[in-house]
């Protein structure tokens, strides 16, 4: 049978063991900070790394995702002469180094009457960071069945040009 005196030690290790654990709980409920001031001043564009001088600004296109491999094809031609009639310089090695990625993306609907193709290029730098986004959309004479069939050679030109000149402009502004 346990003396008197032990059971005050043992209510008094309870009472500091229970204020520890709630310390210890209240520690963990940190006061938040107050949030930081917005930045309103405008933030000019860094880029991760220096152009070569000797080789230029260059552009690599990365697989397109969404189109089926034949136009994806066609377009990446079209996009490469296009690419040359404006003095742009693609790199056309899969991994190779190049000033800028894009990332192309393609889809299409179609009607029997009318179609049309989608399509988005994000201008990445080498950090992955979006600089540029081109958008737009084609008509296609239309199509039944498979919405690519109205994706013509006329159609994917257009998109090259279009896309073409405005990586072109967001270069030389």
């Not at 790394?49 to 089926?68: C, K, L, R, S």
């Not at 742009?88 to 993306?105: E, F, I, M, P, S």
Request: hydrophobic share 40%; aromatic share 6%; net charge positive.
């Amino acid at each position: 049978m346990p003396h008197k005196t032990e059971f005050p030690i043992l209510r008094i290790l309870k009472v500091v063991g229970g204020l520890l654990l709630i310390g210890g709980l209240a520690a963990c409920q940190g006061a938040n900070p107050p949030p930081a001031a917005i930045n309103t001043t405008p933030v000019a564009p860094s880029f991760i790394q220096p152009i070569d001088e000797q080789q230029g600004t260059t552009f690599a296109f990365e697989p397109f995702t969404g189109a089926p491999g034949n136009i994806a094809d066609e377009l990446s031609n079209e996009i490469g002469q296009q690419a040359a009639l404006r003095g742009l310089k693609l790199v056309r090695r899969v991994g190779a180094d190049a000033t800028y990625r894009v990332n192309g993306y393609l889809s299409a609907t179609g009607q029997p009457g009318k179609g049309t193709v989608f399509y988005v290029f994000d201008i990445v730098d080498r950090s992955g960071r979006r600089l540029k986004r081109i958008s737009g959309a084609e008509e296609t004479g239309g199509s039944t069945g498979d919405p690519w069939t109205g994706a013509t050679s006329t159609v994917l030109t257009r998109i090259a040009e279009r896309s073409v000149v405005e990586i072109s402009a967001w270069l030389n502004r």
